[in-house]
């Protein structure tokens, strides 16, 4: 491995790990504990916790496994690893922060406002290295694809859309269901 190639991969490994780490205080911290479902395989994960008890991690990496199956036969295998990496990095960090984060459950704007802020972070940094967290993320860029006009931002808000009507019958709240719009604006 050249210099070049190793400051990459170093580059890569330290932007997603910090990315993930992001992600993993915006669920364990904001989301979860709030009932808030910001949409995305993540929001099915934590709706899982809360019907199951499941570890939301572990449940983001079983979901996430046909996804990113799939996007090994759209894209091909090499471009698809540095998303592989970055959905076992969140997936592991969600259940190790889930030990020690504590939950917020202050006033719900902002448990919106700073889960929207987290999330956004985290996805920034795991996209400038060219992966995303599985998912939402990747069915967006599978599907943005085959429907260049839509940009992968817009993809990922009709999926989460799905996922945040689906929360608001899981909770029984309209109101969880509208915190999670809130989280999604301010991540996209």
Same mark, same amino acid.
């Given at each position: ?25 915006? @669920? ?65 960090? @969600?259940? @190790? ?30 996209? @400038? ?60």
């Amino acid at each position: 491995m050249n210099a070049k190639a190793l400051r990459g991969f170093l580059l890569d490994a330290f932007f997603m790990t910090v990315g993930a780490m992001f992600y993993a205080v915006c @669920i364990n911290a904001f989301t979860a504990p709030n009932n808030i479902a910001a949409g995305g395989v993540t929001g099915v994960a934590t709706m899982l916790q809360y019907v199951f008890g499941t570890p939301i991690g572990l449940m983001v990496l079983l979901i996430n496994v046909p996804i990113v199956v799939w996007g090994m036969v759209e894209i091909g295998y090499k471009l698809v690893v540095k998303t592989l990496a970055a959905v076992v990095l969140s997936s592991v960090m @969600i259940d @190790i922060f889930a030990k020690f984060v504590p939950a917020y459950r202050g006033d719900p704007i902002l448990v919106a406002i700073f889960a929207g802020v987290c999330e956004g972070v985290g996805l920034s940094l795991t996209f @400038i290295r060219g992966a995303t967290t599985g998912g939402t993320d990747m069915a967006a860029r599978l599907v943005g694809r085959r429907l260049p006009q839509f940009s992968m931002g817009k993809l990922m808000l009709v999926i989460d859309g799905l996922v945040v009507v689906a929360s608001g019958f899981v909770y029984g709240s309209i109101e969880n269901a509208m915190y999670a719009c809130i989280v999604i604006f301010v991540s996209t």
